[in-house]
């Protein structure tokens, strides 16, 4: 009886070895899986940031182009009201109307004598 108590104790220690010594290894392999977890994840978020990269900068430069766009729109529409004030003086009022025929198109009243002085 105390041989098999013996034997059964030596069991035991020697299971309680084995178990400790395969719980280091799962551990050891735990950390492993972790840090390739972890590289997996890193690798994850760099492919993530640079796919989303080119959108970016395509959204950006697409802002840029419409604001150059809304910008010569407004340089437009200005000309544009100017030559229609222009156009409605000429209509409108026959005083403008002689200044820009005198001006641009270089006509004069009988009898009168026109000097242009060049800058």
Known sequence: MARSRNKTQRRKKSQGRE?????????????????????????ACAAFLAAALKPYRELSEKRTDLADVEQ??????????????????????????????????NYYKPGEHIFRIKR
Request: charged share 35%; net charge positive; proline share 2%.
């Open 72 to 105: 010569r729109e407004t340089s437009v529409i200005e000309r544009k009201d100017a030559k229609e004030r222009e156009l409605n003086a000429i209509e409108t009022d026959p005083a403008y109307l002689e200044i820009i025929a005198r001006d641009r198109l």
């Open 19 to 43: 178990f400790s010594h395969v719980r280091a290894r799962t551990q050891r392999m735990n950390a492993g899986v972790r840090l390739a977890f972890c590289g997996l994840l890193l690798t």
